[in-house]
């Protein structure tokens, strides 16, 4: 029956990724779900075994499911576009800050959701508002404050990146441009237990702040921490260049490869279902650390099915669960499908760590298993295929050197990121305790610094890949994970 799972989920998110680019009217998609129910519902009346009827099964689920895919879509694309009239003029609005501010080089963005404007109430308050501030920004989660300023609709972006979109998926459909910011009251609203979180992630960033120099520390909170604007520009093009800026991206990859490094050291020591625990823990010990928002919920949650599928050894069943949560999260929010790199990243970083990784460590029978050097590179080599052609795709640029640059810089990133991670922990106790680990994460930040400036002197090719491009990237890496299984049996 899991094969039926495989038709619902493409069907799903085929619909939503279909109607996130093409604009579909609401009577062609209720065709395909009336037509698919007409045709199991005949089928069902046939009263004839499944086997007998299983293509136009399928072809009907696919069909239904990518009706109730473009449905959902439809009906989450339907913004609360409530200021439209005062587009272009200066409104003085008053708010809570309902996320926390984003540092770039030299200000910070900051995400409020108003609920007076000139000083009258708001009736619909579901819209959120982006403006920049100077850094440090006085301004934390749950914070009142008065925002005033020139009211504009978010750029289009350029190339593949929808800048509005990328902004929609999380409730933010304006910015306000020249603001300027008063803080009203501290802590006046947002959820407690969210703020009490955030705390805790800002200081472990600081502790990561004071315990390692520059460039080490921005970069060491990217890695862990998804924080990609405290990076400079001119760091963050040399990552782009040497072909290494997914490593900044927080995915599901990244939080795995921190458990899998904990579940790799406890099972020297402990049997193989303590060090599951204490890998499960770590993920939940981490998404507390940063703060536990929506995008490190779901990279935590595909990381446990990462664990669970290495300790169950089952996984048909684990990819049958993997594709179950992407349906939910897809439903919870169908506009990260496609404009959410984040989670893209994570579940096929996830998908391909369960269905190549395996293969992998016996095609590379041949690289030693001392301190798990086959298992990272098996790691590396699976879900960097997985996650190519996304970031081709996002970033529009391919530079040949980024293979060897890749390689040289992977298989460290499971320390690296382990020893920040203590280095933060450790940091609550105090600098000198951390030092060990701060010195050791220096020394490897220092070499992956090196590495990345020397490739990125090399010249990159600038392209576009379209989406019908990345399409057929993935139909033939289809086909390659069919012919390995092929050839394994």
């Known amino acids: 029956m899991h094969s039926f799972l495989y038709s619902v989920f493409f069907g799903f998110l085929g619909g939503i990724l279909f109607h996130s680019f093409i604009t579909v009217p609401l009577f062609e998609y209720l065709v395909f ?10 089928l069902f009346l046939s009263r004839r075994e499944v086997e007998a009827f299983k293509f136009p099964i399928h072809l009907f689920l696919i069909l239904l499911a990518c009706g109730f895919g473009m449905l959902r879509f439809d009906s989450a694309s339907h913004f609360p576009l409530i200021f439209e009239d005062r587009i272009e003029e200066r409104v003085v609005m008053e708010g809570i800050v309902v996320k926390e501010s984003e540092k770039r080089d030299e200000y910070a963005r900051v995400v ?17 508002i982006l403006f920049q501030a100077a850094y440090p920004a006085p301004f934390e989660y749950g914070d009142r404050i008065s925002v005033a300023g ?3 609709k978010p750029w289009e972006g350029e190339g593949n990146f929808n800048y509005p979109m990328y902004l929609a998926k999380d409730g933010v459909f304006y910015e306000i441009k020249n603001a300027e910011a008063e803080l009203l009251q501290k802590e006046a609203g947002g959820n ?23 460039p080490g520390a921005s970069l060491i909170g990217g890695i862990l ?13 040399a990552l782009r260049a040497a072909g290494v800026i997914h490593i900044i991206v927080l995915s599901g990859f990244n939080i795995t490869i921190v458990a899998s490094s904990m579940m790799w050291l406890f099972s020297y020591f402990f049997s193989k279902r303590i060090a599951l625990t204490a890998a499960s823990m770590a993920i939940v010990l981490f998404a507390i650390m940063v703060g536990a928002g929506a995008t490190v919920v779901r990279a935590s949650g595909m990381a446990l099915l ?9 996984r048909s069943s684990i990819i049958n669960l993997l594709l179950i949560t992407g349906i939910i999260m897809s439903a919870i929010n169908p506009l990260i499908v496609a404009f959410d790199v984040s989670f893209q990243l994570s579940f096929l970083a996830t998908l391909g760590l369960i269905l190549l990784s395996p293969v992998f460590e016996k095609m590379f029978s041949f690289i030693t298993q001392k301190i798990g050097l086959r298992e990272i590179v098996s790691a ?3 879900t960097q295929l997985f996650v190519f052609p996304i970031l081709l795709y996002n970033g529009g640029q391919f530079s040949l050197v980024s293979l060897p640059a890749n390689i040289l810089i992977l298989p460290f990133i499971p320390l690296v990121m382990f020893l920040g991670f203590l280095t933060g922990l450790f940091g609550f106790l105090g600098t000198a305790l951390s030092f060990p680990f701060s010195f050791l994460t220096s020394l490897f930040l220092s070499y992956m610094i090196a590495v990345v400036n020397f490739f990125a002197s090399f010249p990159m090719f600038s392209f576009t890949l379209t989406a ?16 390995l299984y092929k050839k394994g049996n």
Do not use: H, M
């Open 33 to 42: 779900v009336c037509a698919a129910v007409v045709g199991l519902y005949a």
């Open 112 to 128: 409020f959701l108003p609920d007076t404007l000139s000083g009258e109430d708001i009736l619909n308050k579901k819209t959120k």
């Open 150 to 152: 020139t009211l504009k």
């Open 192 to 214: 407690s237990i969210k703020r009490f979180l955030f705390s805790i992630k800002n200081k472990f960033l600081k502790n990561i702040q004071i315990s390692l120099s520059e």
């Open 225 to 237: 921490l998804g924080i990609k604007g405290s990076l400079g520009e001119n760091f963050t093009d």
């Open 306 to 314: 990462v664990l669970l599928a290495r300790f169950l050894n089952r």
């Open 380 to 382: 590396t080599v699976a």
């Open 468 to 483: 019908g491009g990345l399409f057929l990237l993935y139909i033939f890496l289809a086909i390659f994970v069919w012919f």
